[in-house]
């Protein structure tokens, strides 16, 4: 009897020890939507829970093309309504030249579709349709590009407009084998543990590839004293009414990153010794914010990383995530924040 009420305790410590696992591994690894990216040179990932919570997204006036609004009309899908999550897998194209510019994308987003109407859409749109690992894979040409998108599940689509249909086949594959927690391309494999606990939103690998210009790395005409194939690991984290930012480059070298700090902090003392000629031509509440932010930036060096943080004020973040109007096909070739949303 003694034997029996021991040997029933050890197996129900056995099965809370399971489930406490499970629970665990669940919280570490990452995200699923992440996971059912193919391979790829760069991966974006956003939380947008916090950030509609934080911002209230959904409620600021936005401005659609004609086209966009036909869209959420016959889908019933709004953007800043229904999606909870997105990523984003950034490919290096061999022909920098062709139509799909230097970079081409896959992605994939959870929220909250109506598969039917969403159906009846893309069977209207594609040109071509493929069955694949029993889904059915929408061909749409954009500018010279095909858009391949497909329902995953009810709250799940994936798209891609890489040349071939070797992407979305890939993330069709992953989805049914998408139970493993730890599933996922090599890179996410490689780089997610150096991703901060709890981020709302995080980027790994070579995320300077849509802002590459001639070999480096240009955001908003400035030129970044860093190489456009360098590694990074930037997250953003909310905590007390902020945005916690931080970017790392990965060095080869720790004499590499020693170079790439002093040429970052060199160039954040240029930005603000221009800084009152950039707020003279400001409304001052802007300049605040900026201030704000400008003041709260520090540059450090950690071993072969260099490692930039900052605090990034909820009325910047609100100005950053001015929804603008793009879920499906898009009209410009020119790389675009990836939160604009399906396919380009």
């Known amino acids: 009897m003694r034997k029996r009420t021991l040997y029933s305790l050890l197996l129900m410590l056995a099965l809370i020890l399971a489930l406490i696992a499970a629970v665990w591994l669940r ?63 950034l490919h290096r194209m061999d022909d920098p030249a062709g139509p799909n510019g230097p970079v081409a994308y896959s992605e994939v987003f959870e929220g909250r579709f109506d598969g039917a109407r969403l159906a009846r859409y893309l069977a209207g749109m594609a040109s071509s349709q493929e069955q694949y690992a029993g889904h059915i894979i929408y061909t749409i040409p954009v500018e010279g590009r095909r858009l391949r998108i497909a329902q995953l599940g009810y709250d799940t689509i994936a798209a891609s407009n890489m040349p071939t249909p070797e992407q979305i086949h890939s993330m069709l594959d992953r989805y049914r084998a998408s139970a493993s927690p730890f599933a996922g391309s090599s890179l996410l494999a490689s780089r ?43 997250s953003l984290r909310y905590g007390l009414g902020t945005l916690h930012l931080r970017i790392e480059q990965i060095a080869p070298t720790e004499a590499d990153a020693a170079r790439s700090t002093e040429a970052l902090d060199a160039l954040l003392r240029i930005f603000q010794a221009i800084q009152p000629k950039i707020e003279a031509q400001s409304d001052e509440s802007d300049n ?57």
């Not at 991966?43 to 947008?48: A, C, E, H």
């Not at 016959?74 to 897998?89: K, S, V």
């Not at 995080?202 to 790395?217: D, N, T």
């Open 27 to 89: 919280k570490v690894a990452p995200p699923e939507v992440a996971r059912l990216l193919p391979e790829s040179d760069a991966i974006v990932y956003f939380n947008l829970r916090p950030l509609r919570a934080a911002t209230h997204l959904e409620r600021a006036p936005v401005s659609r093309s004609p086209e966009f609004q036909h869209f959420i009309d016959a889908t019933g899908i709004d953007p800043e309504r229904d999606l909870d999550a997105a990523a984003f897998a």
């Open 192 to 234: 997610y543990r150096d991703v901060p606990l709890l981020s709302s939103a995080w980027a790994i690998g070579h995320v300077g590839l849509p802002f590459s210009e001639r070999g480096r790395i240009t955001v908003f005409g400035l030129q970044l004293p860093l190489p456009e194939d360098t590694t990074f690991v930037a």
């Open 288 to 344: 605040q914010v900026m201030r704000e932010f400008t003041a709260s930036i520090q540059i450090e060096q950690h071993k072969d990383r260099a490692v930039l943080t900052a605090n990034l004020p909820m009325q910047l973040l609100k100005k950053l995530v001015t929804p603008e109007s793009a879920i499906l096909p898009d009209s410009s070739d020119a790389p675009k924040p990836p939160a604009r949303a399906i396919g380009r």
